[in-house]
């Protein structure tokens, strides 16, 4: 098993009870699975090493490796964060397949899904899970599992109701940024002008020194600084809303 984890000053920083892995698909779950190794999707766990109780980020294609990896760890499913309603994130029906997600995970645990309130009508008609399992959220609200605090900040862009996690000194941003580039604006529900604001607005609340997980390995790297981000990925280089929307909005 391969397990992607921080950077060596994140380890030093990082409280002691804070549990965190970062799970590639195709590679280090879904093994056999053509699609998770083409879509190249990460799976987060966020917990407390004290509570052994932990939180899946967009669990997909694989539902039993995933929970065989906590128990492995001694940890024990207690929620899944969903960064957004596509299928390769929660689950559902893309290119005529179907592909496992949180209502397979509901069917071995009993746990919440929590989501920003604009996506949850999206997440529920993909899932196909109800209303009642579905815990939904505003943007600034934290979820505990443990004595471990994440807080949600809605980032709008690539679907309405995206959001990130920023949990210790990490950033788990799914499909909104990437360390080259940002999640698509071309699909229903995205909207280029949320997504600048999101980037240049909502994200600048996160300190330069806090590293980003995101939701795909598109880079050779898997994870960067958000200084270092900043400095490097195309999306921060326009200094305008005008000059954002005519590099990216085509």
């Given amino acids: 098993m391969v397990v992607f984890i921080v950077t060596q000053t994140l380890t030093k920083q990082a409280n002691e009870r804070f549990y965190f892995r970062q799970l590639l698909s195709g590679r280090d779950f879904a093994t ?18 004290q509570t052994n109780e932990a939180l899946l980020v967009d669990p997909a294609y694989d539902i039993a490796a995933l929970l065989a990896i906590l128990a492995d760890d001694s940890m024990a499913c207690k929620g899944v964060l969903a960064t957004h309603y596509h299928p390769d994130h929660v689950g559902g029906s893309m290119l005529g397949l179907q ?15 929590h989501v920003q309130a604009p996506e949850a009508d999206y997440v529920r008609a993909v899932t196909g899970v109800g209303d009642a399992y579905l815990t939904k959220h505003s943007s600034s609200d934290v979820v505990t599992i443990g004595a471990i605090d994440v807080e949600l900040i809605c980032t709008p862009g690539h679907t309405p109701g995206s959001q990130c996690f920023l949990v210790e000194n990490c950033l788990v941003a799914g499909d909104t940024l990437f360390l080259d580039g940002c999640g698509r604006m ?11 604001e999101s980037l240049t607005k909502r994200l600048a609340k996160v300190p330069d020194n ?6 795909h390995r598109y880079s050779q790297d898997f994870s960067a600084t958000m200084g270092a981000t900043r400095q490097n990925n195309a999306v921060y280089r326009p200094k305008t809303r005008e000059q954002w929307l005519a590099a990216f909005a085509g």
């Fill in 210 to 215: 806090v590293v980003l997980f995101p939701g």
């Fill in 99 to 113: 592909l496992e997600g949180i209502a397979e995970l509901l069917e071995r645990v009993d746990v919440p899904i």
């Fill in 32 to 49: 056999s699975d053509p699609v998770a190794t083409q879509m190249v999707n990460c799976v987060y766990a966020i917990g407390d090493r």
């Fill in 186 to 196: 071309d699909l229903p529900g995205s909207d280029p002008t949320q997504m600048y």
